[in-house]
């Protein structure tokens, strides 16, 4: 039987690269995108809902599917208001999570970053931390939190300090060893895979999937 899956944040790097495996991928009968505003050029298979996600509670009745897939993110430069970037990175993410477990739906899969501890002096990982732990609490069957390093691949917006640092970063790849392969880059393409692959084998054991799992998970299936 084919499934049907929800993506937030689907106009975003991962969240694009995502929409395409699910587009080609034959197993999905249907995919139902939440966002702002409307994405052009996509194929029957595909439903969008538009309205403003940090009410999402508006679309209770449409919130349902076999799986959810988080890819919800800011940035301090396009939020640079603290509230509203809590709002976005956790606030969106916890409501899903909690629409999920209403609506009955089994698989939740949600990107957060390296380093996210709610206890953390930090803004960016403090507000991770937090979100991560909305989303377990929800105690969905099957619950995947990805926690990648840097993010690599093209960005349609412009994220100047981001792409310096890529660049800069790259340059010490061939030194991250051992221990060190856990900050490697990781590409939204190999993201998006691992996403893929958790929703249909589901035999990952933790909730909590570490960056360097992302990029065997991403790279061997």
């Known amino acids: 039987m084919k499934k049907t899956a929800i993506i937030l944040g689907a106009s975003g790097l991962t969240g694009g690269k995502l929409l395409q495996k699910l587009i080609k991928d034959e197993r999905y009968a249907s995919i139902k ?11 029957d298979k595909v439903t969008q809902y538009i309205g403003d996600l940090l009410e999402l509670n508006q679309f209770k009745a449409e919130f349902t599917a076999d799986e959810v897939y988080c890819c919800i993110g800011t940035t301090k430069e396009k939020t640079p208001d603290k509230t509203l970037y809590k709002q976005i990175d956790c606030g969106i993410p916890s409501a899903a999570a909690k629409l999920s477990k209403a ?3 089994a698989t ?4 957060s970053a390296m380093g996210a501890n709610a206890d953390s002096a930090i803004f960016y990982y403090k507000t991770k ?4 732990q909305q989303v377990m609490a929800q ?3 099957h619950t995947y939190i990805l926690r990648p390093s840097l993010i690599g691949g093209d960005r349609q917006e412009r994220r100047v300090l981001e792409k310096i640092g890529l660049v800069l970063f790259k340059g010490v790849q061939p030194l991250l060893i051992g221990p060190l392969k856990a900050y490697r880059i ?3 393409e190999t993201i998006a895979q ?3 692959h958790l929703a249909n084998t589901k035999k990952y054991p933790e909730v909590l999937i570490p960056s360097d799992d992302i990029q065997n998970l ?4």
């Not at 931390?129 to 991560?132: I, L, Q, V």
């Open 33 to 43: 995108l939440f966002s702002r505003s409307k994405m052009e050029g996509l194929p």
């Open 186 to 188: 990781v590409t939204a």
């Open 103 to 105: 609506n009955g739906i």
């Open 218 to 221: 991403g790279n061997n299936f």
């Open 194 to 196: 691992a996403m893929l």
């Open 139 to 141: 105690a969905i069957e």
């Open 129 to 132: 931390g937090e979100m991560e």
């Open 108 to 111: 939740f899969i949600v990107i």
